[in-house]
């Protein structure tokens, strides 16, 4: 949980830089993921746009394996266009979840990992488009 924590913050520092008041056509995204029909929780997502200087947008699962995407901290949403999809989860030790607890958060969600087929470049894809996008991902371990 502290790495994803860490690995957002230090990845939207680019995204916030250089990025105008009006800013390219973004889509609003919103899905879920699953694996074998059962939620993901704490999976971070990224979505890697394939227009050439395109920026990523990221997203987090909740409990129900639920996510936004976000563009930049106070835009939502993911540029319009095709992207490569990558979703992550980390596993947190006892000890890291100990002292998350210690300092008042919440304990972090039980580890589900991602099948390795779908780790491969381009294995997941997403089309955004203009508007509302509801993404939606059934992975399955077979």
Do not use: W
Request: with cysteine; aromatic share 4%.
């Amino acid at each position: 949980m502290l790495k994803h924590i860490l690995l957002l913050s230090v990845t939207l520092v680019p995204v916030l830089s250089g990025c105008g008041s009006d800013g390219p056509p973004l889509g609003a995204v919103t899905g879920r993921v699953t694996l074998d029909g059962k939620p993901i929780p704490g999976a971070v997502l990224t979505f890697v746009s394939q227009a050439d200087g395109g920026s990523p947008s990221y997203g987090g699962t909740d409990d129900d394996g639920r996510y936004t995407l976000m563009f930049t901290n106070s835009k939502s949403g993911a540029l319009v266009g095709d992207h490569i999809v990558q979703i992550e989860t980390t596993k947190v030790s006892a000890a890291e979840a100990k002292e998350l607890v210690a300092q008042g958060m919440s304990a972090p969600p039980s580890f589900v990992a991602i099948p390795k087929k779908y780790k491969k470049p381009g294995a997941l894809v997403a089309r955004v488009a203009k508007g509302g996008n509801t993404i939606d991902f059934e992975l399955t371990s077979k």
